[in-house]
């Protein structure tokens, strides 16, 4: 057996791999066109709407050069829009459009039960356990990451 199928970064790589893959092919069963990052976002605009670029890479965990790509997706797909920050014209801030909050509200869902077959090898109460055991080692080490989590 080599030594990395017992080392903690493998596996998450490997889960990591699985989530991204069952995500993609739940969502796409039901229609729906959006990676987990695009989810991501217009779950973190859905909560703060007006938010700029780098305030929703801060809240999602995500560098400014990839939400930057994402964002352009999601106004394309017409999910999101931008609008000139009344504060700094040289911002601007995003907010869901009524496709974006419908297309949220029906993949919600869909996502949820994607989350429950990536964990389908655990009791209910082992989910909760591990859930609550990867938020506790993603806090412990969050200041190390690239782009840490910060939420205002």
Known sequence: MLEIYEMPGH???RLNQTSVS???EETAKKGFDLTPVQYAALNAIE???GLDQATLASHIAYDRVTIGGVVDR????ELVRREINPNDRR???LYLTDKGADTLK???PVVRESQTVLLS???DAER???VSLLQKACEAVNERSRAPLRIT
């Open 22 to 24: 069952i995500f993609m």
């Open 106 to 108: 029906q993949i919600r």
């Open 47 to 49: 909560a703060s709407p």
């Open 11 to 13: 596996l998450i790589r």
């Open 74 to 77: 999601l106004v394309q797909k």
């Open 128 to 130: 909760e356990q591990f």
């Open 121 to 123: 090898g655990l009791t």
């Open 91 to 93: 911002a601007r801030t």
